[in-house]
């Protein structure tokens, strides 16, 4: 940079942002079976959706895969925050595998009011991303065909119940807010009789990232989301910002991502991190600001938050 003075940039810090308790407790349970067992340990998909997290765990002797028959039966296997189908703890237990199950406990309720609804009678309604992990094993609690799948206000339309006075609707956790709003409505204007949550299943985490990006996004210039393509919740923040005015809200998994001539003449940014994101990440993108401008950094507080989730029994023995 030589002589060249930097100009000034505002750099508005989206609080709360990055990791929520689900995705810090599934990372905890990936490091403590690696104490307890060694490596190798396997996971069954990406513990969380950043590849910066996996990296790091596969470094200390994680393996990552698709699917259960890619593990042997005498390591264990750990399943992700996403949550899996039934069949999947059923295989391994036919298997006679250790497992632990990091599904987020967000996720695993929404599991159970799924089975309480299909006990009662009713067939779901599920709001969801196709082919999302977590949607896979939300809707893999219950038997094929019990759950449909709405993505759209537009869906709504197309689906046949078996009988529509007897229904009940579930979500995915790291939806949009505001679409998910919408849909519910889509349902009870269709569906009368409907069942479901207060409002939906979408997590704290969820809700209060989306709550703090539409706070600074009338004020800035761009907006970074850090976080990865397959991260749901972090996808939804770049559309939130999108939607409440900030047009070039874009989605970066770190700072080489940034195009730096894109924001030129930008006088302020907003940063945030999807709940998969490490906080690492975000002192890189602040650290990158820095180099080129003359950064104020202005955390902007929406919510505190204080969740916290226990990990498994059988890591907290000895
Ligand atoms: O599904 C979840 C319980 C959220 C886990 C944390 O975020 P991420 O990015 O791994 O997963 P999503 O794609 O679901 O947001
Ligand atoms: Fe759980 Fe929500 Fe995080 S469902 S894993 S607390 S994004």
């Known amino acids: 940079m030589g002589m060249s003075i930097k100009p000034p940039l505002t750099l508005y810090l989206a609080a709360p942002r990055g990791f929520c308790a689900g995705v810090d407790r599934a990372i905890k349970i990936v490091e403590m079976a690696l104490q307890k067992w060694g490596a190798p340990v396997y996971v069954r998909h990406e513990i969380v959706h950043n590849k910066f997290v996996v990296d790091g765990l596969r470094d200390k002797g994680a393996v990552f895969v698709e699917e259960l028959d890619e593990c042997p039966d005498d390591r264990p296997v750990i399943f992700s925050a996403h949550g899996v189908p039934k069949a999947v703890p059923a295989e391994a237990r036919r298997r006679e595998m250790v497992f632990v199950d990091a599904t987020?406990?967000?996720?695993?309720?929404?599991?159970?009011?799924?089975?309480?609804?299909?006990?009662?009678?009713?067939?779901?309604?599920?709001?969801?991303?196709?082919?999302?992990?977590?949607?896979?094993?939300?809707?893999?609690?219950?038997?094929?065909?019990?759950?449909?799948?709405?993505?759209?206000?537009?869906?709504?339309?197309?689906?046949?119940?078996?009988?529509?006075?007897?229904?009940?609707f579930i979500t995915q956790t790291t939806l949009s807010v505001d679409d998910t709003a919408a849909i519910v409505a889509a349902l009870q204007a269709r569906f009368p009789a409907i069942v479901g949550p207060a409002k939906e299943d979408i997590c704290y985490a969820t809700t209060n990232r989306q709550a703090s990006v539409k706070a600074i996004a009338d004020r800035i210039d761009a907006l970074f989301v850090i976080g990865a393509p397959n991260s749901s919740n972090s996808r939804r923040l770049v559309e939130v910002g999108r939607a409440a005015g900030c047009a070039y809200s874009q989605l970066v998994m770190r700072a080489d991502q940034i195009d730096w001539r894109a924001i030129e003449g930008a006088r302020s940014v907003g940063v945030t991190a999807g709940a998969s994101?490490?906080?690492?990440l975000v002192n890189e993108v602040i650290d990158a600001f820095r180099e080129r401008y003359d950064v104020t950094v202005d955390m902007i507080e929406t919510a505190r938050e204080n969740v916290e989730f226990k990990v498994p029994r059988v890591l907290r023995e000895a």
């Not at 065909?145 to 078996?162: F, K, N, Q, Y």
């Not at 994101?277 to 690492?280: M, Y």
Request: charged share 20%; net charge negative.
């Open 104 to 168: 987020c406990p967000l996720v695993s309720k929404v599991h159970v009011e799924a089975e309480r609804h299909h006990a009662a009678g009713l067939q779901m309604v599920m709001i969801g991303h196709e082919g999302h992990p977590e949607v896979l094993g939300t809707m893999g609690q219950l038997p094929d065909g019990e759950v449909l799948l709405v993505e759209t206000v537009d869906d709504v339309a197309g689906i046949t119940p078996r009988d529509p006075s007897r229904l009940a």
């Open 277 to 280: 994101a490490p906080e690492v």
